[in-house]
């Protein structure tokens, strides 16, 4: 990657804004800049060649305590990357890769069975 390119954000698509859980109704998000961006919808050239090690691509950590999930399936209905699925009723990562760092499963999930952190 040229050093003076800039590069479409990985944490929002290039959208420049993420969803949260808005916390009046479980159902309700409201929209934010991207912590990643600043809203602006793509890297700086710094930003982005720093990122350039891991594959443009902030990655992400899930854990998911199967003894405190009940398997409501909020997890799976509300991720935008499609991250998870029900698997014998407990919410299962199957697309880790797809994870947008936004933490809408971890808001969404009452039980806190949930954690999502960024990949050292």
């Not at 009046?24 to 800049?33: H, K, L, N, W």
């Amino acid at each position: 990657m040229n050093s003076k390119e800039n590069a479409t954000c990985p944490g929002c698509s290039g959208t420049g804004q993420v969803s949260w859980f808005g916390g009046v109704s479980r159902f309700q998000f409201t929209y934010s800049d991207c912590p990643e961006c600043n809203g602006t919808g793509i890297l700086s050239a710094t930003t982005a060649k720093q990122l350039q090690s891991i594959g443009e691509k902030v990655m992400w950590q899930i854990k998911v305590d199967a003894d405190k999930c009940d398997g409501c399936g909020e997890c799976v209905e509300g991720c935008p990357g499609e991250v998870y699925e029900l698997v014998d009723k407990k919410a299962t990562v199957v697309n880790e890769d797809e994870c947008h760092g936004c933490h809408t499963c971890e808001d969404l999930c009452e039980t806190d069975a949930i954690v999502v952190e960024e990949k050292e």
